[in-house]
């Protein structure tokens, strides 16, 4: 590989193009038989299986989650805000792929841009920095240390850059977009086969109670539509300059204009929102190996891909909401203070309506927001709070509400143990987010070394047919895991009253690691300790 950009060889890459519309990129470097496989950056190119041949984009495709903060908060407004409909936009960002003309790059400015961009790089941020872009694997979920090698996409090469990290892109490669020209004229016969095989089976299947089972979105049912879409929405959708083509754009806008007819936590919201997000994990099904219980065949099925199933396009969105709210975080004004940050969404000390959305990724975002959702922001505001408890990745519970704003409550993986001689009125407390915030605080403060809680859970579908028994609920004992989990090192210890509880408990901030060795070696240290112990007092 030279230093420069080049066209990758028939050596470098093969596609497989199905008659469906998936589209495999399988990646693997020129070898000689007699010296066997070649190893580039630490990464093995020339693989066995399709799974394998995947992992460069699956390990790049992953969430982002950590506790910034220990413990009880400082009592003050804290304002929690989510990008708009995250991974439905993001699906918006790429046009179709190229991979014909696939370039392996080591020139960090092939990474500039909206650009179907992946690299490993070796990177080191400047002394100080808070918030750093780029993530490392731990042994359960991402780190981001100051320094280290990072499996990451364009947008996060581009933040990194903006925020003055040092870059070495170690292997890298761009699939360039076809152009739209180039996508019609390729689909069009495709298209009539499609829709001449979709008329036939209709024909077979077609009765008069189907033909009258007509779904309209706006407006009167269609005559000839199941799915009548929003008069809005056209195909193909305007290309707003763009040279390529969006393939998720159009679904992106229906289910878009379908969530905002609903009201949020609704189930029809809640069901378009799992449509949607639904679509985003279908890209990256059926490479990681994983297996599900078939009633069919009454044992493990490993999963196979999707008709969408593209690691390349799941890794890309990922890593583009990730950036976007990277940047968010590290436009935050001085003195600011982020509690936690998820993928897309922060607690934090800003109020939604007063972010920096000015950064170059933030605005690639809201144009992409203006398309798919016009007259819509790109920042959602979902709760206000006065004071929480965070424990761990995703675990927050609220000490204190502010005015008539519902309460934070996220367990954390835990459930709330409702005694059974709870009176109807207890019951309906402990079901509310405000009751469950209650009841977690107090395990939080009570909580020992080995403590473990019953959680009900009904009968898998493989116990259930293997063993011919009916749906219900059994109890098993699970650990109470609420101590911090080092994503980041503490900093600044400290003991914080908890007024409603008339008690304090410890509380730290955190600054990064140094790097994702550091912190795995005081997490192993760590995970020794907390056999024993609980981080409550300054002493522990």
């Not at 650009?115 to 490993?120: D, E, K, N, R």
């Not at 969404?345 to 920096?356: C, F, W």
């Amino acid at each position: 590989m030279s230093r420069k950009s080049k066209p990758a060889t028939a050596a470098d890459v093969h596609v497989q193009m199905p008659a469906g519309p998936q589209t495999y990129l399988l990646l693997r470097e020129a070898h000689s038989p007699k010296l066997g496989p070649r190893s580039v950056g630490g990464i093995l190119f020339q693989v066995l299986t399709d799974t394998e041949r995947q992992a460069l984009f699956l390990r790049i495709a992953g969430n982002e989650g950590g506790g910034y903060v220990y413990g009880p908060s400082e009592v003050r407004p804290w304002f929690d805000g989510d990008l708009s409909g995250a991974y439905l936009t993001g699906l918006a960002v790429f046009m179709t792929l190229d991979y014909e003309r696939v370039t392996w790059t080591k020139d960090v400015e092939d990474f500039i841009g909206t650009v179907a961009g992946f690299a490993q790089v070796r990177f080191r941020f400047p002394p100080g920095t808070l918030y750093p872009c780029l993530p490392v694997p731990l042994d359960t979920g991402l780190c981001f240390p100051l320094s280290g090698v990072s499996l990451c996409t364009a947008p996060e090469i581009e933040l990194a850059l903006a925020m003055g990290a040092t870059l070495e892109i170690v292997i890298g490669l761009v699939i360039p977009f076809k152009s739209r020209a180039q996508v019609f004229a390729e689909s069009e016969p495709r298209l009539r086969r499609w829709k001449a095989a979709k008329a036939k089976r209709a024909a077979k299947r077609a009765t008069p109670m189907l033909q009258r089972a007509k779904l309209a979105v706006d407006g009167e049912p269609g005559d000839d539509d199941v799915l009548v879409p929003p008069a809005a929405m056209t195909f193909p959708p305007p290309d707003h300059g763009d040279r390529g083509y969006r393939p998720m754009e159009s679904f992106a806008i229906f289910v878009r204009q379908l969530r905002l007819k609903f009201k949020r936590k609704s189930l029809p919201f809640e069901f378009a929102k799992l449509v949607g997000n639904g679509l985003y994990g279908k890209t990256g099904q059926g490479f990681k190996g994983k297996g599900a219980f078939g009633p069919k065949q009454m044992g493990t099925v490993v999963i196979g891909p999707s008709r969408v199933s593209e690691p390349a396009i799941a890794a890309l969105v990922c890593g583009f909401v990730r950036a976007t709210m990277g940047e968010v975080v590290w436009k935050l004004p001085p003195g600011a203070k982020v509690l936690s940050l998820t993928t897309d969404g922060a607690l934090m000390s800003v109020p939604t309506n007063q972010l920096n959305l000015t950064g170059t990724i933030s605005r690639r975002y809201q144009a992409l927001v203006d398309r798919v959702a016009p007259g819509t922001s790109m920042m959602e505001a979902k709760h206000q709070v006065r004071q929480v408890f965070i424990p761990r990745t995703r675990g927050c519970f609220t000490i204190e509400r502010d005015g008539d704003h519902q309460a934070i409550c996220a367990k954390a993986g835990h459930k709330v143990v409702i005694p059974d001689d709870a009176s109807e009125a207890e019951q309906a407390r402990l079901r509310t987010p405000e009751g469950e915030s209650d009841w977690m605080i107090r395990l939080a403060l009570s909580r020992a070394p080995g403590q473990k809680l019953p959680q009900e859970s009904f009968f898998s579908l493989r116990d259930q047919l293997l063993n011919g028994w009916d749906l219900q609920k059994q109890t098993r004992e699970v650990a109470v895991a609420l101590e911090f989990d080092l994503k980041r090192k503490p900093t600044n210890p400290r003991m914080v009253r908890m007024e409603p509880y008339d008690t304090e408990h410890l509380a730290f901030d955190t600054v990064p690691w140094d790097s994702v060795e550091d912190a795995m070696l005081a997490r192993e240290v760590f995970s020794r300790w907390k056999r024993e112990h609980n981080l409550k007092t300054m002493d522990d």
